[in-house]
Each structure stands twice: as C-alpha cells, then as structure tokens.
C-alpha cells in the first residue's frame, strides 16, 4: 500500500487541518512565494515518489488565485513522482458555467476540469455540485459527495410533524426529496425562473406549506436572491417559521445579514465547505463540519474501498 500525503493550499486551512486530523495523519507543509512579476510559486515540501497524495483546496473567493494554486500543486505533485494526485474540491465554484445559454461564452466548468486533469490530477473528490451534469465534464474519476446526512443530523430528533422541506426550484427538488426521506417529510418546490445573475421569479410553490413549518434546503447561497424571492412566496401561504438549510455557505453581498434579519426566518445552517470567517458570523447561522465525512471518503479511495457506501442509509 503507498503512503498517503495530504497537502492543502490557502484557500480553507481550517478544513484542511481538521480532516487531517480525522484522517490521523499529518497535514504535510506547503510553500508559496509570489514573484516580482506577480506570479505564484508552489513547492510541496513533504516526499510525494509513489506516494497516494490529496490536495485539498475548494475553489472560493479568490477563486481565480486559488485556482491556479491547485493547477500549481497539481503539477508539483506530479513532477515529483507521486503515485496518484486527487483533487479534493470540497466546492467547485465553476461548476454553475455548466452549458452555453449565450452566444460566445465559455463552458468554464469544463474548460477549468480539462485544466485539473491537464496539470496532473488522476482523481477528484467533491460535494454539492451545482449541476450533476459537471461530474461528467471530468475525463478522471470523481467521487461526488452530497452533505444530505450531515444537515438532516441538525434537525433529528425534533418535532417535525407539522414540517415540510422545500426546494427554491425544481432542479434541486431531487436532493431535497432525498433529505426529506431521511427525515422521513413531505417535499415542495418552488417555480423558479432565473432573469438574470442576481433577478429570479419565483411564480408559485408546488405542494401544500400552508401554515407549517419549513426547512429551505438548497445546494449554496451566494447572494440570497432566490431564497429572499422564496421567502416572500412562503408568507403568502402564511407558514409558522422557516429554517434555511444549504451545504455551500457563500453569503456574498451582505446576504447573510438579509436573510437572519427576516423574522420569520429562525435560522441558517450551513457546512464548513467555504470558510466562514467570523465577521461573517450570526447568532442563528450555525455551521457543520464536513471534515468527517471528507476524510472517509479519502480513507476509502486510499484503502481502494466504496465511497458510495457513504450514502447508505434505511
């Protein structure tokens, strides 16, 4: 069996550290230097000949720096002679450039894959793609992991009979239906249109909310502009409380602040797949860790084991 080495660029230290620890093994040294000319330099300071090496980085502002860091340890990693570069990419922030709905633009979920693979990378692991449909982008093996056990944890145990779990739009209405078995829930869904990058319209929701309780699950929340759209038709059919519930928790533009200043909104959840830093914080947003989850899923690719076993549940 090849060692295994764990690398992390600078774009989330605090997860990287934390599923090295979970992993048991040692969080191995990175160096970055930037050059007069502004360019970056990276040197993995750890033996990697043979080794079965993981670079944790998720692509988060600033995502173009962050980027060209992983393609940098990417191609460090393979100069080096490592055994087997994974890509772990808790968020793949390209991942919404998914198809060409404009003339002349880019694909740039698959361009910025074709870039991973290009610069080393035999495997990527991530969570939450916000199209299913970037796993194929990837001409390597992905291991697509979803934090659905994690954020109904959160509510377990509570009473929840008079609840319901609602999807901003359809395209999401598959996970949310998945959640909402596990905590054993009726589904709804919103009737979205998307305008423009920050206007959506939401016309109506799809399934009885009237007067319940509701948990929003959705994949990120970047500026809020859906959920507040969402919100607004949820009070017309006058429900009890609304919880919020995502796996990736950008909260650009002062989004955060918009949505716990709702009073019908009790609180935010959201795991640590992008760092939340502290000025950032709300009493009612609380954060779970996917760190766990994370490591596994390294330890089963180490060992050569299932990782979708890690979705198993009654």
Do not use: W
């Not at 709905?101 to 880019?106: A, G, K, T, V």
């Not at 609180?267 to 640590?272: A, F, H, K, Q, S």
């Amino acid at each position: 069996m090849r060692e295994i080495a764990v690398f992390s660029g600078s774009a989330h230290p605090l997860l990287a550290a934390e599923i090295s620890e979970n992993l048991g093994v040692p969080l191995q040294p990175v160096r970055f230097r930037r050059f007069a000319n502004d360019c970056l330099d990276v040197q993995l300071q750890a033996n990697c000949r043979e080794r079965d090496v993981f670079l944790i980085q998720p692509l988060v502002p600033p995502v173009q720096e962050n980027l060209v860091e992983l393609l940098l340890m990417a191609d460090a990693a393979r100069g080096a002679s490592a055994g087997r570069v994974t890509v772990v990419m808790p968020h793949y922030a390209y991942a919404r450039s998914d198809k060409k709905d404009e003339p002349r633009i880019s694909i740039a979920g698959r361009l910025v894959a074709d870039l991973l693979v290009a610069a080393g990378v035999n495997r990527v692991l991530t969570m939450t793609l916000h199209s299913p449909q970037v796993h194929g982008f990837f001409s390597v093996p992905v291991d697509h992991l979803n934090a659905l056990r994690e954020l109904a944890g959160h509510f377990a145990g509570r009473d929840l009979s008079n609840t319901v779990v609602v999807s901003p739009d359809l395209g999401y209405a598959k996970s949310a239906a998945a959640f909402a078995r596990r905590l054993g829930l009726p589904v709804a869904a919103g009737a979205k249109q998307r305008d423009s990058d920050d206007s959506v319209t939401i016309t109506s929701i799809i399934g009885d909310v009237a007067g319940r309780d509701v948990i929003v699950l959705d994949d990120e929340i970047a500026r809020g502009t859906t959920l507040m759209e969402l919100l607004a038709r949820l009070r017309e059919q006058h429900v009890r409380s609304v919880s919020i519930a995502c796996t990736h928790g950008l909260f650009v533009d002062g989004a955060l602040g918009k949505l716990v200043a709702q009073p019908d909104v009790a609180e935010v959840i959201c795991t640590n797949t992008v760092p939340v830093p502290e000025h950032k914080r709300d009493p009612k947003l609380d954060v779970i860790s996917v760190a766990p989850a994370l490591a596994e899923a390294i330890r089963r690719i180490h060992d050569g084991e299932s990782v979708s076993a890690l979705f198993d549940h009654p």
